[in-house]
């Protein structure tokens, strides 16, 4: 039998926050072994929508956003590629007057967090966005958030890692981990063995099977993002758009990148499997999205959708991910269960995570993710 791979840190999950955790902590001068089932970025990190976008968040989420941000706007001097990041701006729109009052005071809510939102309607509305259907009451406008390419995010940091020393190991699944004799124990499928003082499970879908290993379940459900672009357009759309609303059906959001395609995603979950690995797109639901988009903007209506898809990715029921140490195992951390908008607190996420495991603490507060809020109540 061979000996086991030992390093400071192991990182299980190359999804985009992995990726970035790896490469902050060999910034930090942690060695890291960065181990991922499939491919860096394969699953959820590279089938969503691809928002970079703060409005609309869970207020408390709000700072550990801003540092992500920051980062996202500094890609190209920290990792040498910038995944197509384009800060365009970001608008919310309503149909009512209820939602209108929401999103008015949620940009009173959100101005204490560093986070300043333009509240437009009326005339001035349809001046700036004369592209806006007729429903259209109302909208908050981010003009520093934007959007990426999924696609190229997570590979990109996972590639930063490896030149910053980070070992990274793909097609390699993950079948126990256990604390043993004081460390870390880490057994993948093909019988290698890996071992560390500190662990890090940043699995998506399947964080909670691992989490499971260590007493500490929680109530993950997996659902797939119905998502589908259209063919290329010239170029119009600047801001990634979105409907602020209480019926999901109404919950459409979609973006033109710089190629002319039109990404859509929302108004409906599809079905995924984390024993499969599979997720599908229903037929219906794009129709759906299609109808959706042209409310927002009618001129989109004789557009035709060219390739449609899907991904596995996890939701808890108070929509909050886990985040931050283990409430039971010292030197476990966990940064799972994003529910379908990790994307934009991806390097974020990786940066604090990295500070914590090597620090015992972070500046950005991370105590509402906490994961002992689903421990069972004692027998």
């Not at 928002?51 to 968040?57: D, F, L, M, T, Y």
């Not at 009451?137 to 030149?163: C, E, Q, T």
């Not at 939701?315 to 940064?335: E, H, W």
Request: net charge neutral.
């Amino acid at each position: 039998m061979s000996e086991p791979f030992r390093t400071d840190v192991i990182v299980v999950g190359g999804g985009i926050m992995g990726a970035a955790a790896a490469f902050f902590l060999r910034r930090r001068g942690k060695s890291v072994a960065l181990i991922e089932r499939a491919l860096i970025g394969q699953q959820a990190s590279g089938t969503n929508f691809g928002n970079v976008r703060r409005q609309g968040r869970f207020l408390r989420q709000l700072p550990l956003a801003n540092r992500s941000r920051d980062i996202w706007g500094r890609l190209n001097e920290l990792i040498g590629e910038d995944a197509e990041f384009l800060a365009s701006g970001h608008l919310r729109v309503t149909y009512d007057d209820e939602m209108t009052a929401r999103i008015e005071t949620y940009a009173r809510d959100a101005l204490p967090y560093g986070l300043d939102l333009q509240i437009i309607g009326g005339n001035r509305l349809r001046e700036r966005f004369p592209f806006l259907g007729p429903e259209v009451r109302a909208g908050s406008y981010a003009p520093h958030d934007g959007h990426a390419n999924p696609r190229l995010a997570a590979p990109a940091f996972g590639r930063a890692a490896r030149r910053e020393g980070a070992s990274v190991f793909e097609r390699t699944e993950i079948v126990a981990v256990e604390r043993d004799a004081g460390t870390f124990r880490v057994e993948a499928a093909d019988g290698r063995v890996f071992r560390a003082e500190q662990l890090m499970i940043a699995a998506g879908a399947w964080g909670n099977r691992l989490s499971e290993q260590f007493g500490e379940p929680v109530p993950l459900v997996t659902h797939g993002p119905q998502m589908a672009v259209t063919e290329p357009i010239p170029y119009a759309l600047e801001p990634v758009l979105g409907v602020s609303t209480t019926k999901l059906e109404e919950t459409v959001y979609f973006r033109q990148v710089k190629r002319g395609n039109i990404v859509i995603g929302g108004a409906a979950r599809g079905p995924a499997s984390a024993d499969t690995q599979r997720a599908s797109v229903k037929p219906e639901n794009t129709l759906l999205q299609f109808t959706q988009i042209t409310r927002v903007v009618p001129a989109l209506a004789r557009l035709n959708i060219i390739r449609v898809w899907s991904g596995v990715e996890s939701y808890l029921p108070d929509d909050i991910p886990i985040m931050g140490p283990s409430a039971k195992v010292p030197g476990l951390y966990y940064a799972f269960g994003f529910c379908g908008h990790g994307f934009q607190l991806g390097p974020g996420v990786g940066d604090v995570m990295a500070e914590l495991i090597s620090t015992g603490q972070t500046t950005t507060p991370i105590e509402p993710f906490a994961i002992a809020r689903f421990a069972s109540a004692p027998a």
